[in-house]
């Protein structure tokens, strides 16, 4: 497809670029960390419009170039935010299917801490559910737990769409639920539906022991109604949309420092 040759492209020409979205602790409003969101920057610094950036993400081998290229990034910025004195909390990194097919995710996790100096465990790790099905699941598993004892947290993110089996939470060591946008979007309709969903998954990570972020948060009303049921963590436009690396200790301090 169009995107996968754009984003082939992108590596060679070295325009992959990690944008940061804060997480925000719901009741103290303080950035806990930032999810590292890839973007690909066109012509004239123009970053190219991230919908279909997923689609790149669909080929195996592109989808670990991709991952190790985040990886070498994402690591760098935090040496240097260290040296700068930035403080842009746990950094949660997306990875794909494919990178759990190579059994070597945590070597490539450590080749790229070590590159850049820095501790493996000030990343946490994103995955959906699609990297939980099939086959692997048990070597899937495995490699989750290992990450864990190393200090990163595993986030199951978009959930409640796709798959959403519920013996995923029973079968994967996960830390964290991120519930998917489309949930939060439907807060402000006043929709019992939608806030009856919304209530059950807090409730049920909250009994299994999960954090929980809710993704997409756009209005304070939003944001009131998630604290209220005891959602953890919020991430959305309503605090930042993600944003370069040079422009991420501003986008502390317009959080932690409110106008
Ligand atoms: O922010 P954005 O519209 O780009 O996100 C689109 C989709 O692409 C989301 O599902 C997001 O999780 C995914 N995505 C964004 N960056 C990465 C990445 O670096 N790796 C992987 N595997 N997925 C990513
Ligand atoms: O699948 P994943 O959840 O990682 O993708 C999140 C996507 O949602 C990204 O494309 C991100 O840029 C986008 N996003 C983040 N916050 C908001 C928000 O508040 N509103 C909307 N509409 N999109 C958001
Ligand atoms: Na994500
Ligand atoms: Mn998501």
């Known amino acids: 497809s169009g995107m ?3 984003a ?14 804060p997480k925000v602790d719901l009741k103290s409003n303080r950035v806990t960390g930032c999810e590292a969101l890839l973007r690909i920057r066109g012509e004239g610094d123009r970053i190219l419009p991230p919908s279909e950036i997923s689609a790149a993400f669909s080929d195996a081998e592109l989808a670990v170039q991709l991952t190790d290229r985040m990886l070498a990034l994402v690591f760098a910025d935090l040496k240097r935010w260290k040296a700068e004195g930035v403080s842009p909390g746990r950094i949660a990194v997306n990875v794909s299917a494919a990178d759990f097919r ?3 995710l945590l070597d490539r996790l450590r080749r790229h801490a070590s590159a850049s100096d ?27 737990q290992e990450l864990r004892q190393l200090g990163m947290a595993v986030a199951l993110d978009d959930f409640g769409t796709g798959y959403a089996s519920l013996t995923h939470l029973q079968d994967f060591p996960v830390d964290v639920i991120k519930i998917d946008r489309s949930f939060v979007e439907r807060i402000d309709d006043n929709e019992p539906k939608a806030t009856a969903v919304i209530d059950a998954i807090l409730q049920m990570a909250n009994r299994l022991g999960m954090a929980t972020v809710a993704e997409g948060i756009e209005t304070d009303e939003q944001a009131r109604y998630l604290r209220g049921r005891g959602c953890t963590l919020g991430q959305g436009y309503l605090y930042s949309r993600p944003v370069p690396a040079t422009d991420v200790p501003r986008m502390l301090s317009a959080i932690t420092e409110p106008l």
């Open 8 to 21: 082939r492209q992108a590596l060679k020409e070295d325009s992959i670029v990690p944008f940061y979205q």
């Open 102 to 104: 190579q059994n070597d």
């Open 118 to 144: 820095q501790d493996l465990a000030s990343v946490d790790i994103e995955v959906t559910e699609t990297v939980l099905i099939g086959e692997l699941g048990p070597d899937v598993a495995r490699m989750l």
């Open 4 to 6: 996968l040759a754009r």
